[in-house]
C-alpha cells in the first residue's frame, strides 16, 4: 500500500514539474532585436498557447484521475480558455475545446460548451 502512495506521490510531483508555467517575457526579447519584433510576438504567443494547453491537459488528467472536483475542474479550464479566446481568438478557442474533448473524452463535462 505505501509502495502505491510513494508511486503515485512521484507522479504528481513529475506532473507539477513538467507543468510549471514558461515564463515568456516579450518585452525583454522585443527591445533586443527590434527588426524581427513581429517574428518574436508570435513565437512568444505560440509559447503560451502550448503552456496553456498543457495546464488544461494536466487539469483534465487530474479530473480523470480523481484528484480533482468537476467544479474545480471547470472552473480551472474555464479560466485559461477564456485567456485563449481572448489572445487567440473563438477559432483558436473551439480547435483547443474540440481537441481536449477528443483527447480526454472523460473530460467533456469539464468543458465549456461551444
Known sequence: ???YSMIRSLLLL????????????PELRVEENK??????????????LGRD???IDATCSWFGWGHLSLENTKTSISVITEEIEK??????????????ANRYPSCKPGLPGL
Open 1 to 3: 500500500m505505501a509502495f
Open 14 to 25: 513529475q506532473l507539477i514539474l513538467i507543468a510549471l508555467p514558461v515564463d515568456a517575457r
Open 35 to 48: 527588426e524581427n519584433s513581429t517574428e518574436i510576438r508570435r513565437d512568444t504567443e505560440m509559447i503560451n
Open 53 to 55: 494547453i498543457g495546464w
Open 87 to 100: 489572445e487567440h481568438g473563438a477559432d483558436m478557442y473551439a480547435w483547443v475545446i474540440e481537441r481536449t
